[in-house]
């Protein structure tokens, strides 16, 4: 998984006080290559809210969680997921990218994003 720039920029803007905060998980099939320069996913598909809220119980860590129904990713060709800001558009916080994972509609889906400042 790749921290994006703008998600460093990101991060800088808030500890400055600005900025929003990412909350957001995004799916896509995309198979372009993942890069520091990634400002969107390639072929962006669904994006849902992380499930509650961020986990911050494990010092410099954070951990960020989304579902995905069976409905919602029924023939999709997965192969990149990312972090964002909004609902829609916003700032694309980190990009992975990966081997096509196809689901036929009896699956479900759980991503999991960990932060974490070394």
Known sequence: MVFVNV????????LAGFGAVP?????GSGSGAVNVNNTVLIAHTDRNAITGSADTSTVQKTS????????????TNLREFGLFNLSSGGTLWVREGFASVSFDGTNELQIQIILEVV
């Open 64 to 75: 960020y969680t989304a579902d995905f129904t069976s409905v919602e990713i029924s023939g």
């Open 7 to 14: 998600g460093r920029s990101g991060t800088a803007m808030l």
């Open 23 to 27: 909350n957001w998980i995004g799916i």
